[in-house]
């Protein structure tokens, strides 16, 4: 493909929080189709610089041709996001100016069979994102024919947040017994046998929480997550934003008790952002995003807060605005 298809979420709301200006170093951690990546670029010209992380190396090819008019502005990486800290050290964008994690699976690997992410497109249930996805190279197919019923059972509940997580994993064990499962229709279709018709009459297809689980557990993308927010505070310059958008509640769960937690991070949203209903009508995919951002403290200000997220702003680093 030598295009992107993928339609990104909230660029508007991630130039506004991030506030990119000439001369700044940007990180964009999940690449994707780029537009974010270009957004940041644009807004930070003539001479601000991004680095774009991915382990999709089709998506790193494509933005390679795409960024090519700004020349060294751009630099893309092959590597998971959760080793920020080394990869911007070694790139020169250590301290970064900001720092934006798109959590969301682009159309680009959506609709690619060979990945196995859709339970629409025909395709290997293998779900890793990318070589470096999981050093292990782990599998979905390993997980639903070989890991125990209880394993399986508290990743769907966990990690897919499936509410008949007990009753799917009933069905697929006894079904692997038979014939072990290869790929993504017949595991879709298997959910759907092994849940209530009424799930049908819902706004999502059976099978989206039971491929959400397996594809967070392949690539590790909960630990993953952690790590690269606490990475993220090391490298931000004081007064320097992180921004995520998440896509389902056990991320934004998990950037809200980070955001909170950290004694040098100063959140900018109370609450989520959300997609406006003109962008989710043009793209439904948007529907369930969700924005935080917070701003980097400096030590000076945390001393002074009496370890009460402080609210004054000191003259070396960027006055935050509460967002939006």
């Not at 706004?203 to 997550?225: G, M, Y």
Request: charged share 25%.
């Amino acid at each position: 493909m030598d295009r992107s298809i993928h339609i990104a979420v909230m660029t508007t709301e991630v130039v506004k929080a991030l506030s990119p200006h000439n001369g700044g170093s940007y990180i964009d951690a999940t690449l994707g189709g780029g537009t974010h990546a270009a957004s940041l670029l644009e807004s930070s010209a003539p001479d601000g610089r991004v680095l774009s992380f991915d382990v999709d190396l089709m998506a790193l090819e494509r933005a390679h041709e795409r960024f090519r008019p700004f020349g060294n502005r751009w630099t893309g990486v092959e590597a998971n996001f959760r080793d920020i800290e080394r990869v911007a050290g070694e790139y020169g964008f250590a301290p970064a100016d900001g720092i934006l994690l798109d959590l969301g699976v682009s159309s680009d690997e959506l609709i690619d069979p060979a990945k196995g992410l859709s339970f629409q497109v025909a395709g290997p249930l293998d779900m890793r994102l990318g070589p470096k996805a999981n050093i292990k190279g782990l599998t979905a197919a390993e997980i639903v024919n070989t890991w125990s019923a209880d394993d399986l059972e508290q990743i769907l509940r966990d990690d897919g947040e499936e509410r008949f997580a007990k009753r799917i994993t009933s069905y697929l064990v006894e079904r692997r017994r038979t014939k072990p499962f290869s790929t993504t229709l017949d595991l879709a279709e298997a959910v759907r046998n092994a849940v209530p018709r009424s799930y049908e009459r819902g706004r999502i297809h059976p099978a989206t929480r039971t491929f959400q689980a397996l594809r967070i557990v392949v690539n590790d993308e909960v630990a993953s997550l952690r790590e690269v927010i606490d990475a993220a505070r090391q490298i931000l310059v004081p007064g320097g934003v992180i921004v995520v958008v998440s896509f389902h509640s056990l991320e934004d769960r998990i950037v809200k008790q980070a955001f909170k937690a950290a004694l040098d991070l100063d959140p900018l949203t109370k609450r989520p952002v959300v997609p406006t209903e003109t962008e989710v009508n043009r793209n439904p995919r948007a529907r369930s995003a969700k924005l935080r951002a917070a701003v980097k403290i400096d030590e000076q200000m945390i001393l002074k807060s009496n370890s009460n997220k402080c609210k004054q702003k000191s003259n070396i680093w960027v006055t935050p605005t509460p967002f939006p």
